[in-house]
């Protein structure tokens, strides 16, 4: 029957007579088409010619089809198809404009195409048996009135009609890492706002939505992964195809897509809070997910919520993402490539999570809006790469804790606006960097790597530093005395290296330090004693090292005097009476030297935060001040160690009342010294 009915309408084609066809046999019909590669194509043929390729190409359709629609069911479709085909033939004489044919999606996305997709479903994909509804064919002397876009302010709203919702709130300032990392990030102008592509929408109705979605998925994702639901891509995809047409015919489609995608990439189920997620609402009400005016996503926080899994690259649909922050999670894999297309991308946090791979892959160096990109406490490794320097927006590089390799390329230079570079606990080598000294760097913290060769000189001239930190590593040389010029820096500490000289004088003009720590190195000379300007030193650590001379009686004029090491030096002369003076002194470390005379008493209101207080191996004499015993009795003092031990000690001192621990130093065996200076180390870390 389909067939004779397709005989019929050519036959009728050609019979056809218009009156004025002898007027029109020369006028020939531009139609324009768009080919398989997206091009408008024009074709310029008479009306006859384009009759007969609309059969014949029917023809083909039907022969090719047929024996499917007939299984299926699906003639009564066809036959409908059939019915309408005169209709079709009327055809307009006059061309058609660009609007008539495409019209642009808001944003200059790609262009509308109402009515059926863009490319030819698989056999495998269900049919519609839904009778076609065939556009109207305008009369040419009519004028044509433009289709109904979404960027059109008169068109109707397609989809549901989306909430706004308050902005989530940014996690909590995280306590600081025993690295002196800040708390929370520093406050980073907010780029303008990215628009991103949208998802071409149409009308969808139930029986177009399973080849809607295929068809826009398949742009992203590989089809075997979309049909296998074992995969997270194949459980988002069964996901959406139970969706509501008006979650799925949407602009945020594919925004809907990759956030699911990554719910089971992630293990949402296992989430500490998964609230609105994989719900009936617009996914900007999921939880952590904030968006632009309510519709695409500008940000997505998920800290500390029992993530785990590998992030999948679908993660590149979400390209409005200024803001990524996956801290103190179980995430694992690497770095996925998709981040790569996350191009308004200004802060990534993946810190103190299980990533291996490349600590810097080209994915992240090609994110050239990125302020801060923090990775630490994770087992990323690899090299850093010469093209670090192409981002030049980054304020925040923090890497420590990784097994990252190599050399710091000079390029780190070229980071101009970078203010904090934690590189700590990895296992970098080579020298440290001279074209730091070009950076307005707040902070540097490069502790326990094997960096060699001296601190470049370049350094002690960025005046803006407050945090330097270059401890366990195999540093050599002195100290300049323009390192006087870092009047704001509060932490310095070049601990367990091989820095020798002289500590210069100018460290006076360093009022600023809270931290200053140059212990376990080879330097000589004495102290200078220049600390009366300090207002706010906590933590004075000179043990292990060959300076002498007297301890100098400024650094117990600092109110704020917390820790005070000075074991295992050649310091000589007396305990000035003054050591008492700090009220808050807890640990006061004088052991291991060549202090002569007796131990000053003290007056009541005295070292009452004293925990710690060791004296052994010195050339002290007399008897131990009872003010300081009272402290033992009235449980303030925990360790009180002398040279008590023997038939006649140095100092006379009640075990264990008073003193809790006596040593006898001519007769000390080296495994009791060692025992002594390991508990001594513990104690000043505990």
């Not at 020939?28 to 006859?48: A, C, L, Q």
């Not at 996503?297 to 390209?319: F, H, K, Q, W, Y």
């Not at 202090?595 to 004293?610: H, N, S």
């Not at 009872?626 to 009180?640: A, K």
Request: aromatic letters at 6%.
């Amino acid at each position: 029957m389909t067939i004779h009915a397709l005989f019929f309408c050519s036959s009728a084609v050609a019979s056809s007579e218009d009156p004025n066809r002898n007027n029109r046999s020369n006028i020939r019909t531009v139609r324009k088409r768009i080919d398989e590669y997206g091009e408008i194509m024009n074709e310029d043929k008479n009306d006859v010619e384009i009759g007969r390729q609309y059969l014949e190409s029917l023809w083909d359709s039907v022969e090719k089809k047929h024996d499917r629609k007939l299984q299926r069911g699906r003639m009564p479709y066809l036959e409908s198809m059939m019915s309408m085909l005169p209709m079709s033939m009327s055809l307009q004489t006059t061309a058609p404009t660009k609007q008539n044919i495409l019209t642009k999606g808001p944003n200059n996305s790609p262009p509308v195409i109402p009515g059926r997709p863009t490319q030819v479903p698989s056999e495998n994909m269900p049919i519609a048996t839904k009778t076609p509804t065939l556009p109207t064919i305008a009369d040419p002397a009519k004028p044509t009135a433009e289709p109904l876009t979404p960027s059109s302010p008169t068109a109707p709203p397609i989809g549901p009609t989306l909430p706004t919702r308050e902005p989530i709130p940014t996690k909590a300032p995280i306590p600081a890492p025993s690295t002196g990392e800040p708390a929370e990030a520093p406050t980073t102008p907010i780029p303008p706002t990215a628009t991103g592509p949208l998802t071409p929408t149409r009308p969808c109705i139930e029986a177009e939505k399973e080849i809607f979605l295929l068809e826009v998925l398949l742009q992203t994702t590989e089809k075997s992964k979309l049909l296998d639901v074992d995969t997270p891509q194949g459980m988002a995809y069964s996901f959406l195809l139970e969706e509501e047409p008006s979650f799925v015919c949407t602009q945020t489609l594919l925004q809907r897509y990759g956030l699911t995608t990554f719910y089971f990439a992630m293990g949402g189920t296992t989430w500490t809070n998964s609230g609105g997620w994989l719900g009936h609402t617009q996914e900007c009400d999921w939880y952590g997910v904030n968006c632009n005016d309510g519709i695409l996503s500008t940000s997505l926080n998920l800290a500390v919520n029992n993530l785990s899994g590998m992030i999948p690259d679908e993660i590149s649909v979400l390209s409005t993402l200024q803001k990524l922050d996956l801290f103190f999670n179980s995430i694992t894999g690497t770095l996925p490539d998709g981040l790569a297309d996350l191009e308004s991308l200004t802060a990534l946090d993946l810190q103190q999570n299980l990533l291996v791979g490349q600590a810097f892959p080209i994915s992240v160096t090609s994110l050239s809006q990125l302020v801060s990109y923090r990775i630490s406490n994770n087992q990323l490794s690899g090299e850093i790469p010469t093209q670090i320097s192409s981002l030049r927006n980054l304020k925040e590089l923090w890497a420590g804790d990784n097994k990252i390799l190599g050399s710091i390329p000079s390029e780190i230079g070229d980071l101009r606006d970078i203010k904090t570079i934690y590189f700590d606990n990895n296992d970098l080598t080579g020298k440290v960097p001279s074209e730091l000294g070009l950076i307005t760097l707040e902070g540097l913290v490069m502790n326990d790597n094997n960096f060699l060769g001296t601190i470049p000189s370049q350094l002690f001239n960025v005046a803006s530093l407050n945090t330097i930190r270059l401890d366990g590593n195999f540093l050599v040389g002195n100290l300049p005395d323009s390192i006087g010029q870092l009047t704001d820096l509060e932490n310095f500490r070049v601990e367990h290296n091989n820095l020798s000289g002289q500590i210069p004088e100018s460290i006076g003009f360093m009022t600023s330090l809270v931290n200053l720590r140059l212990n376990d190195n080879f330097w000589n000379g004495t102290v200078p004693d220049v600390f009366e300007n300090y207002k706010q030193l906590d933590f004075f650590d000179i043990s292990n090292s060959n300076l002498a001379g007297s301890i100098p009686k400024s650094i117990f004029s600092i109110p704020t005097l917390r820790l005070a090491y000075m074991s295992n030096c050649a310091l000589g002369g007396t305990i000035p009476s003054e050591y008492a003076d700090p009220p808050d002194l807890r640990d006061l470390y004088l052991d291991g030297n060549k202090f002569t005379g007796v131990i000053p008493p003290i007056v009541p209101g005295q070292l009452e935060k004293l925990s710690e207080f060791l004296l052994q191996d010195n050339n002290i004499s007399g008897a131990m001040p009872e003010s300081i015993c009272s402290l033992r009795s009235d449980f303030i003092l925990d360790d009180l160690w002398t040279d008590c031990s023997g038939e006649s000690p140095e100092i006379e001192c009640d075990f264990p009342e008073c003193c809790n621990r006596c040593f006898e130093t001519e007769t000390l065996s080296p495994t009791r010294k060692k025992k002594r200076e390991l508990k001594a180390e513990h104690l000043k870390y505990a």
